[in-house]
C-alpha cells in the first residue's frame, strides 16, 4: 500500500496555499477571479467539490489520478468569503477552507 499523500499541493492565485500567511497576499478586487488548484496524486479518480459557507455547491468535478483540480472563481462585490475544498480519492479524504478576501478597488501607493 502506498503511503503517498492524495493532495500534494495548494494553490491560491498560483501561489502555494499557506492558511499562516498574511491574507493580504491571496486578495483580488471584486470581480477580478481568484485561482484555486490542488495537485493530486495517487490512481484512479477524485472526487473535488469546491462549496460555500451556506452549503452551496460552487463546483464540482471528476479528476483522473494524478492531476490538477482547478477552478476560477469572481465575486462582485467586496468581503470575505469562505469557501471550503473537498477532495475523495484512494480511500483518503482531505477538507481545507480557504479565506478569499474581495477588494473594493485596488490600493494606490
Known amino acids: 500500500m502506498s503511503t503517498q499523500k492524495l493532495v500534494r499541493q495548494l494553490k491560491l492565485n498560483n501561489l502555494q496555499y499557506n492558511a499562516l500567511r498574511d491574507p493580504a497576499v491571496y486578495r483580488r478586487c471584486a ?7 490542488a495537485l493530486l496524486a495517487g490512481a484512479g479518480q477524485a472526487r473535488c467539490t469546491l462549496s460555500a459557507q451556506s452549503g452551496e455547491v460552487i ?17 462582485p462585490s467586496a ?10 480519492g484512494n480511500g483518503e479524504k482531505f477538507t481545507q477552507d480557504l479565506r478569499l478576501d474581495v477588494l473594493d478597488r485596488a490600493w494606490v501607493g
Do not use: C, D, K, S
Not at 470581480?31 to 488548484?37: A, G
Not at 463546483?59 to 465575486?75: K, M, N, S, Y
Open 31 to 37: 470581480n477580478e477571479p481568484f485561482r484555486i488548484q
Open 59 to 75: 463546483a464540482e468535478q471528476r479528476v483522473g489520478l494524478p492531476g490538477t483540480f482547478a477552478h476560477e472563481i469572481a465575486f
Open 79 to 88: 468581503g470575505v468569503r469562505i469557501v471550503t475544498l473537498a477532495i475523495e
